[in-house]
């Protein structure tokens, strides 16, 4: 794939496009092209960095499928994507806070790995994983043959990460939970 400017404007509908064009298959295209790597070609064939805006917009293609096609590619196919884009630091707190709003509770290890890496050590992305733990805590279970709620096992499970960081972290979930919508 070559670029021809750093910023280019409806690239992300362009791409939205193409995945409703090309289904699964286009998906895969923009996940190894604009989302694994981070170098891109230019015009004359020379390597240069992928710019940021290229990585956003297949974000913000994805968020397109998953709210207005979401039988074009399957929602936990779009959460995989997403998933992609955690390693990229200047992405992380807006992919984490997808996550939770997808309701994919599938990388909580993860995010506390990543709340204890030093990569990772910016306060909007320790917020967003704080904010990430709350929501999942928050979700409610099936009610079993005895008509008691059972709590979904991620809701447990972050409920007890989300005390952790409490001991290790006051002053970050203190923040974080300020501004909740609850």
Do not use: N
């Amino acid at each position: 794939m070559t670029l021809d400017a750093d910023f280019r404007l409806g690239i992300e509908g362009v791409m939205a496009g193409y995945m409703l064009l090309r289904g699964e298959e286009g998906l895969k295209v923009l996940e190894d092209g604009k989302m694994r790597t981070k170098v891109a070609q230019d015009a004359s064939g020379k390597e240069v960095p992928l710019p940021f805006s290229e990585t956003y917009a297949v974000m913000q293609a994805l968020r397109f499928m998953w709210t207005y096609e979401p039988e074009r590619i399957s929602q936990e196919r779009l959460k995989a994507s997403m998933r992609i884009l955690l390693e990229r630091q200047e992405l992380a707190d807006l992919v984490i806070t997808d996550l939770a709003r997808w309701k994919d509770w599938s990388v909580q290890d993860r995010l506390m790995a990543m709340y204890a890496d030093e990569k990772f050590a910016i306060p909007a992305i320790r917020r967003a994983i704080v904010r990430y733990l709350y929501y999942c805590s928050q979700e409610k279970g099936e009610k079993g043959a005895d008509g008691v709620e059972v709590r979904p096992e991620s809701a447990v499970r972050a409920d007890a990460l989300l005390k952790e960081l409490e001991q290790k972290d006051p002053k970050t979930v203190s923040d974080a939970k300020r501004f909740l919508v609850r």
